[in-house]
């Protein structure tokens, strides 16, 4: 069932993120985050935008949500998106429903615009958001530094 986060999800949430921060260079985090933290994210998301979860009988298997793209009123239609799957529920199809639900949510609330920026390489996430209808917009090299390495950032975007 795909229903809105609650900050009841936290630690939940944290437990799926932090494979991702300590093993990954998809997210530029570096250190774990505790559920305090990831509490007070999904507070300050939700006075705006949407964060959805994927509950199976109370087990949360992945999260998608999506956050302020740019400050400036002018962005106000635009939001970055961002998805994140326990690492056992990657490529069973949890994911674009997941993104889909998130998107439809997107349109419902009057966004025009979705953004998602992903760490490169990174084919599996590449897939799942051209398959969705986004396309690539850009290309930033050496953007972030993690594990001893520069890694690229691109963009895609879909209009809502």
């Given at each position: 069932m795909i229903r809105p986060a609650f900050l009841s999800d936290a630690q939940a949430?944290?437990?799926?993120?932090?494979p991702y921060i300590r093993d990954t260079t998809i997210t530029f985090e570096e250190e774990p985050v505790t559920a305090e933290e990831m509490a007070g994210r999904i507070a300050k998301v939700t006075?705006?935008?949407?964060?959805?979860?994927?509950d199976e009988g109370g087990r949360i298997l992945g999260y998608a949500y999506s956050s302020v793209w740019r400050a400036r009123a002018a962005y106000r239609h635009a939001t970055e998106t961002a998805i994140y799957l326990s690492m056992e529920?990657?490529?069973?199809?949890?994911?674009?429903?997941?993104?889909?639900?998130?998107?439809?949510?997107?349109?419902?609330?009057?966004?025009h615009l979705a953004l998602g920026g992903l760490a490169l390489p990174n084919e599996p996430s590449v897939r799942?958001?051209?398959?969705?209808?986004?396309?690539?917009?850009?290309?930033?090299?050496?953007?972030?530094?993690?594990?001893?390495?520069?890694?690229?950032?691109?963009?895609?975007?879909?209009?809502?």
């Open positions: 949430l944290a437990d799926i993120y932090n006075e705006a935008y949407p964060w959805l979860v994927w529920h990657r490529g069973r199809g949890v994911g674009t429903q997941l993104y889909e639900a998130l998107l439809d949510e997107l349109r419902r609330r009057g966004f799942l958001h051209e398959r969705l209808g986004f396309t690539k917009a850009g290309h930033m090299h050496e953007a972030g530094w993690k594990f001893g390495r520069w890694i690229d950032v691109g963009f895609w975007e879909r209009l809502l």
